[in-house]
């Protein structure tokens, strides 16, 4: 086997987002609100699986002036498997879609249909069967994971109870809290994650990027269109979310530590204000820069020919 190893460097990758919260939470609307940020002058999707809910916020005045052109919206029903979320998915790639919002996700798991169903209805000497549940739930995600549309999750969230045993061998009830209604490892393959607080549908972040840490510093923000942008940038191009210049100091001498050609290709990604917030360092990376191309140069010049 032939690998081809050089240095590692941000590139624009779709996103995986899931908002998860119990009924009335604000997490379609949310979700709309990042999908318009996400998608830029591309066209949202909307996977609507609760029965033509997704329709009703398309004259929401909110999610008009975010998504003046509207949104593409599909249902799918009952049987909620694996393979029909993938076949959904392919459709709206297809259909030229830069984002696309599912609700819910939630009933893939334990829907009529999904994979609850799916292992019950299966047994093996009388036991659910759950190896061919989680195959075909695998399947699903590797789609997913390979899917060129930023991906937005809405996700139902319940109150879930740890049983764990005390030091008498006693069963104990731990409450977890809230949590989303989901195969427990679909977390890990998120690239951003939040709970919606009920009442306020303020975003808690549960997974988050280091570089995006700063868009939810300080006191919680609601979950905008303007969030969706920034987190759009910092997919596309490696940039940070905020303008944050410790972040931005940080990255721009990583890119410049590997060329000219790395920091160009950096500096082109920032905003206006991030440039701005950057310039003091800029000469100080540009001469890096050209450093780094010297010692790659003299590394790849031939040896000098010895003469005696």
């Not at 879609?97 to 994979?115: A, N, R």
Request: proline share 6%.
């Amino acid at each position: 086997m032939s690998l081809t190893i050089t240095p590692a460097k941000r590139k624009a990758v779709p996103m995986l987002i899931s908002l998860s919260g119990v009924s009335g939470s604000g997490k379609t609307y949310s979700a709309l609100l990042l999908a318009a940020g996400l998608a830029g002058k591309g066209s949202v999707g909307f996977l609507d699986t609760e029965n033509g809910r997704g329709s009703m916020y398309a004259d929401s005045p909110g999610i008009m002036a975010a998504l003046p052109d509207g949104y593409e919206i599909a249902e799918i029903k009952e049987p909620f498997a694996p393979s029909r979320y993938s076949d959904a998915i392919e459709a709206f790639e297809k259909h030229g879609c830069k984002v696309l919002v599912i609700d819910s996700m939630t009933h893939e798991w334990e829907g009529h249909g999904g994979c609850s169903d799916i292992a019950e209805n299966n047994k093996l000497r009388g036991m659910p069967n759950w190896a061919r549940a989680k195959m075909e739930h695998k399947r699903m995600m590797n789609h997913l994971l390979a899917s060129s549309m930023h991906l937005i999750f809405c996700l139902r969230a319940r109150e879930k109870t740890l049983i764990v045993k005390d030091a008498q061998g006693k069963e104990q009830f731990v409450p977890k809290g809230l949590q989303p209604v989901q195969e427990k490892n679909f977390a890990f393959e998120m690239t951003l994650s939040l709970l919606l607080e009920e009442g306020t549908h303020r975003p808690v972040v549960t997974k988050c990027p280091e570089p995006l840490l700063p868009l939810f510093a300080g006191e919680q923000p609601l979950v905008t269109k303007d969030m969706g942008r920034k987190l759009r940038a910092w997919s596309e191009g490696g940039a940070p979310a905020e303008e944050n210049p410790e972040v931005l100091f940080r990255q721009g001498t990583e890119y410049a530590a590997l060329g000219t050609t790395s920091y160009t290709d950096f500096w082109e990604t920032l905003t206006g204000k991030q440039k701005k917030v950057l310039l003091p360092k800029h000469e100080e990376n540009k001469a890096l820069a050209r450093m780094a191309d010297d010692r790659q140069k003299a590394a790849e010049a031939p040896p000098a020919e010895l003469k005696f």
